[in-house]
């Protein structure tokens, strides 16, 4: 029907609605006003919503509320033209009101019988209402333990069973930082999903700089890498609550984070890093060469490095100093270190590197050992022999191997020798046999007569 029988009626929104972001499931939203200009209208103009789908909505209820008098919200308003002017120029209040996770969108329509067409129909312009409802916040926090282990931290968080029916988050967000404090202005942002892909210090987002999101999830122990091991980092731990319950569905930027209620300084959970080591030893090892021993090390660097002392010991408890090198003092370049021990110990020797840092503070390598045997320092009675052969030498003889072979070279028998040197050939055959004490280079061979 046409207002004054000449010309078409119109209708127009003369203001957007703003898009309403983080308002809590099942609350509501403030209003907003929203002026609709009808022009040559008789009849009441009714303004309703058409509900855009989606599948977190499974009840398809509607996610917005109108108003003409912004106190009694319904689904729909009628709006009466002025009978004089054939005018509507009138606000109606638009309000959110979530039932489900994430965004929720309506389009503004109108159904009046001045219209040519009479069936509810869209307005066309700024009639697009768009809102992004988040969880409910947690109400508990829980506590968390930090372990760690050079690059890598392992957070582990205290919680019981059923945890989130208590009110303890659905999920928990760690930032790491080499920051002691989380100042008070400095949170996660609710509605912000901090996805962080590998768990990597440093190649996550941010809640502010130099605060890096390191998890996020519903893990309750997480091990995250990246960090260097010389470091001190702090952590910091949020609960936040993001599933659909209906649909046990998390819905990322639906995140609502519990935050303290009064804003203050958070001080972190503290991963103390290990101090650079004085010295990076890449190896140390002594190794037999003629009658004296090769002693070789190589570090890959030195921090105030003054000295390294070789220390040698007859049973691995025991050491005594032999000889002295300086260090490089502070380096990060590769060094090869080579000494000699020129009066060795006859039999198993042990050898070990003392380091000395320019402040008196020392360090060990590991233990390495050698067998050294000197031909005229070994002697083996009685032989011939019936039973028992006895094996002396300078140094002792415990720990020290002994090979009997028979003359086409056939091992017949091994022992590794006790302190007393005794070697049981009672069991083999009358004979002549060769007593083989040591290995490798360090060996000497007899011939023995068994009788």
Do not use: C
């Not at 855009?52 to 509320?65: C, G």
């Not at 307005?123 to 968390?144: F, H, K, Q, Y």
């Not at 090869?336 to 020129?342: A, G, H, K, L, Q």
């Amino acid at each position: 029907m046409q207002a004054n029988g000449t010309s078409e009626p119109s209708i127009q929104i003369e203001n957007p609605f703003v898009e309403v972001r983080n308002v809590v499931l099942n609350t509501k939203s403030g209003s907003q006003a929203l002026t609709i200009n009808a022009k040559r209208v008789l009849q009441p103009i009714t303004i309703t919503k058409l509900l855009s789908s989606n599948p977190l909505n499974v009840s398809n209820s509607q996610q917005f509320e109108l108003s003409l008098d912004n106190v009694l919200f319904g689904s729909s308003v009628t709006l009466t033209p002025n009978s004089s002017t054939y005018l509507v120029n009138q606000p109606i209040y638009v309000r959110y009101a979530p039932t489900y996770l994430g965004t929720g969108q309506s389009t503004l329509q109108f159904q009046s019988n001045d219209f040519a067409n009479t069936t509810t129909q869209a307005i066309g312009v700024n009639d697009l209402l768009s809102g992004r409802s988040i969880d409910t916040e947690p109400t508990l926090r829980s506590t968390a333990n930090v372990v760690r282990d050079n690059d890598k931290v392992t957070v582990t968080f205290n919680l019981p069973p059923n945890y989130a029916a208590l009110g303890y988050g659905e999920g928990r967000l760690i930032v790491a930082s080499e920051a002691p404090t989380l100042p008070p202005t400095i949170r996660p942002v609710d509605g912000t999903p901090y996805t962080t892909g590998n768990q990597k210090y440093g190649e996550g987002p941010t809640i502010a700089p130099g605060f890096f999101v390191v998890y996020s999830g519903a893990n309750s122990t997480v091990v995250i890498d990246g960090f260097n091991p010389a470091v001190t980092y702090y952590f910091y731990t949020f609960e936040y609550n993001n599933i659909q319950n209906d649909l046990n569905i998390a819905v990322p930027g639906a995140e609502n984070y519990l935050s303290p209620p009064v804003p203050s300084e958070i001080p972190g959970i503290i991963a103390p890093g290990n101090p650079p080591l004085p010295v990076t030893l890449v190896s140390f090892s002594a190794k037999v060469s003629g009658s004296q021993v090769a002693i070789r090390w190589e570090t890959a660097s030195e921090l105030n490095n003054k000295q390294f002392t070789v220390e040698r010991s007859r049973d691995s408890r025991t050491f005594e100093t032999i000889l002295t090198r300086a260090g490089q003092g502070t380096t990060n370049a590769t060094t090869v270190y080579n000494e000699v021990d020129r009066q060795p110990l006859n039999g198993v020797s042990y050898y070990r590197l003392k380091q000395v840092d320019l402040d008196g503070k020392t360090s060990y390598s590991n233990i390495v050992s050698v067998s050294l045997l000197k031909a005229g320092e070994v002697v083996m009675y009685p032989n011939p022999v019936a039973n028992v052969l006895t094996i002396t030498m300078n140094g002792g003889t415990e720990g020290v191997s002994a090979t009997i072979t028979d003359l086409s070279g056939r091992t017949v028998q091994t022992q590794q020798l006790r302190a007393d040197g005794k070697l049981d050939m009672g069991n083999l055959k009358v004979g002549t046999y060769l007593v083989t004490v040591g290995k490798g280079n360090t060996k000497v061979t007899r011939r023995v007569v068994k009788l």
